[in-house]
């Protein structure tokens, strides 16, 4: 890799993170989930610059954007670490090291304490058990593999929401697109 092995201080991700076309840049790739050729990174960030469409995009537009991308906010992303960039194909991807900038990129509002959810849970769930195994009540009358099934589906749905939650705050769209709609 070309960066040093560094850390990422505050103060560099907030240099990272101060212009609006790296964050694009990186919100693009996180979306596309895959290498991305350093053209249609371009046209995209130009797009959402332009308030427009990619297919609407004047050749000014699209060279501005590219130039801009290619000599220094690639440079820039890559030398720290957070996208390799490869000069042969053009292709841009996220390296792990992205992983580290994530605080700075979500917002802190009121994020679902899943811990507290996850333990109301057990604790429903023992006590579910509980009244089963010693026949309290009518839940003397349920067979105890019924409420195995119903507490692991219970935990299962729970795990699948967190991880669907977790997903799209990871994919946050950038402030400035959320503004315009975008």
Known sequence: MAYDQEELTQDLVFDIL???????????LR??????ALNDLAEQVAA???????????DQERKRVYVSLYQTHIPKLDSVGIVEYDQQ???????????????????????????????GLAAVSAVL???VGLGIGPFG???????????????AISASAHYLYWR??????????RTRGG
Do not use: C
């Open 129 to 131: 058990l509980l009244l």
């Open 31 to 36: 979306t596309v989930g895959e290498p991305v």
């Open 141 to 155: 009358q349920i067979p105890a593999l019924v409420v195995g099934i119903v507490i692991t589906a219970g935990f």
């Open 89 to 119: 194909s053009g292709m841009v991807e996220l390296t792990d090291r992205v992983h580290r900038i994530d605080d700075y990129l979500t917002e802190t509002s009121e994020p679902i304490p899943w811990q507290a959810f996850y333990m």
């Open 18 to 28: 101060s212009s609006p076309r790296r964050r694009y840049v990186l919100y693009y």
């Open 48 to 58: 959402w610059e332009n308030e427009t469409e990619v297919d609407e995009l004047s």
């Open 168 to 177: 799209s705050q990871r994919k946050q769209v950038p402030n400035e697109l």
